[in-house]
């Protein structure tokens, strides 16, 4: 069972203010004619009623009133869409420096990273904060959309400097796997988005959409070994399946085969895999992102939360670890702060140890000494938690290298670790 082959591809944009990420969404639904009727008349009332002599297709994306007025995104819409070729999830996710942690929940779970750059302005600021954050998240497709060429007279000695600029910053990446591609476009105009254009006749590459339908969603993501963890203990109640005992989950990275020798973590305890199944289906294998049902060959003691590996597969564990946080609450982190870890679906208590530092706002690859952690600050740092955890650094396997930290009070989510 393969479930990772599923068509779907999930998008993340990133940019500046006005760097036309809204209008680009927009444009990419309207020439894929995913646009309903009655939206499609509101854009073109919108825009009369703005003045405008042509259409403004940020409105097919910027949902808040707030959004709308100022003409600026800041809360991450999800949009929906297909072609002939397959189904697409966008996160439009906000260019403010004060909404990265919006960013980062809208890539954290993508396949592929649109870096918008106005080709007026080339590489800025918030341009070397959303690279970086896409190498931090291990995003190995990134296309570079080069907008509003149309405004630059679209120039192709433009064009080559911005490319010129940005594989600068490439150069620094500590994510060889990483894929990039710049593709020159006017969002606006319609240019090079969905259909070609003759305006940019000197570029030889294809189109912003060709380059998406073509991309396949296993090339996207890392290898890793595989991780079952145990959401759900399935003990039917009838008298035919009185010894059935069947451990519903997600397998995260990998592959597991009927027959693999596994071991339950954390009681080490051994057996091997008696079957996989999927409602009524029974495979002889599963690969990473299946939602399957396995059963073992002994009877032993598995819990909700329990992690089944192959024995030869063991990840690492500990009571103390070292992550880079994205810190998402009012109230700053500090040493000696007291949380919840959510991993998985494990929750355990945590104390934070030590901030060692934060990440300048400039996103130059440099640090700054900290002792605490502002809203939308990534800083690293050094946390115990109550029970040994059995993880993966995320460059590893991102699913099991990653947690959230909950407020012990409040219940809210403060802030999103990635395991070093």
Not at 36 to 64: M, P, Q, R, V, W
Not at 338 to 349: D, E, L, R, S
Request: proline fraction near 2%.
């Amino acid at each position: 069972m393969n479930r990772s082959k599923n068509k779907v591809l999930k998008i993340s944009t990133a940019g500046s203010v006005d760097d036309g990420k809204s209008t680009l969404i927009g444009r990419i639904l309207y020439d894929t004619k995913s646009l309903k009727e009655d939206k499609i008349k509101a854009i073109e009332e919108n825009s009369a009623k703005k003045g405008y002599d042509y259409l403004d297709f940020s409105f097919a994306t910027d949902g808040l009133s707030a959004e709308r007025e100022q003409g600026i995104t800041i809360d991450v819409a999800h949009i929906y869409f297909s072609t002939f070729q397959r189904s697409y999830i966008i996160a439009d996710t906000p260019g403010h420096i004060e909404y990265t942690r919006n960013m980062i929940t809208g890539t954290s779970t993508s396949d592929v990273s649109l870096i918008l750059i106005d080709a007026r302005n080339g590489v800025v600021e918030q341009t070397k904060r959303h690279y970086f954050i896409n190498n931090l998240l291990r995003v190995k497709e990134v296309i570079v959309v080069v907008n509003k060429m149309d405004l630059v007279n679209y120039s192709a000695q433009r064009f080559e400097e911005i490319v010129e600029d940005f594989q600068v910053l490439t150069q620094s990446s500590d994510f060889p796997a990483q894929k990039t591609t710049f593709i020159p476009v006017s969002a606006l105009q319609g240019e090079n988005v969905v259909h070609p254009s003759q305006n940019l006749s000197w570029y030889r590459g294809k189109t912003l959409l060709e380059t998406l339908e073509e991309i396949e969603v296993e090339d996207t993501q890392e290898e890793a070994k595989a991780r079952f963890q145990v959401q759900t203990v399935i003990r039917p109640k009838r008298e035919s399946l009185h010894d059935y005992r069947g451990y519903a989950g997600k397998l995260k990275g990998g592959e597991m085969r009927i027959n693999d020798e596994v071991t339950i973590l954390p009681s080490e305890t051994k057996s091997r895999i008696k079957s996989i199944e999927f409602y009524d289906q029974q495979y002889e294998s599963a690969s990473k992102g299946s939602s399957i049902t396995i059963t073992l060959y002994d009877e032993v003691n598995v819990s909700r939360g329990d992690l089944i590996v192959k024995t030869s597969e063991k990840p690492h564990v500990a009571k103390e670890l070292k992550a880079i946080v994205c810190w998402m609450d009012k109230t700053p982190l500090t040493p000696s702060s007291m949380f919840y870890i959510q991993h998985g679906v494990k929750q355990v208590k945590s104390k934070i140890t030590s901030i060692d530092y934060k990440i300048k706002s400039t996103f130059d690859g440099k640090t700054e000494a900290a002792t605490q952690l502002d809203m939308n600050d990534l800083g690293f740092i050094n946390l115990k938690v109550a029970q040994p955890l059995h993880f993966d650094a995320y460059k590893e396997n991102k699913e099991n290298g990653v947690f959230i930290l909950i407020d012990t009070k409040t219940n809210a989510t403060s802030g999103v670790g990635f395991i070093q």
